[in-house]
């Protein structure tokens, strides 16, 4: 069993950056690979970001290639989704999500633990 938190979600002008976290307690968390989702409302999850579980890989969203960054720190437990340049596209909530499926994947099906979100809102 493996406990997903997220936290560092707010209120930013566009523009702006935000730093999401994610720490997870339960079994190893290094043998996982991690996601990254968002939801906006109205509108169904989809991929952000994802990170292997060693050797980091890492996949992108097109919509979000270039401004964010999914990076992890195995010793904290720790992954982290570094968001720059916002914009109020990117208003959602954002989850984390941890798969045993070693590679990065937007495959929501493959994610067997989840967080329970932070929401993230751009201002224009």
């Known amino acids: 069993q493996v406990q997903l938190v997220e936290s560092g979600g707010g209120l930013v002008q566009a523009g702006g950056s935000l730093r999401l976290s994610c720490a997870a307690s339960?079994?190893?968390?290094?043998?996982?690979?991690m996601g990254w989702f968002r939801q906006a409302p109205g509108k169904e999850r989809e991929f952000v970001a994802a990170i292997s579980w060693s050797h980091p890989s890492t996949g992108y969203a097109a919509s979000v290639k270039g401004r964010f960054t999914i990076s992890r720190d195995n010793a904290k437990n720790t992954v982290y989704l570094q968001m720059n340049s916002l914009k109020p596209e990117d208003t959602a909530v954002y989850y984390c999500a941890a798969t045993s499926v070693g590679v990065p994947s937007e495959l929501q099906a493959i994610y067997k633990y989840w967080g329970q979100g932070t929401q993230v809102t751009v201002s224009s």
């Open positions: 339960g079994r190893t968390f290094s043998s996982y690979a």
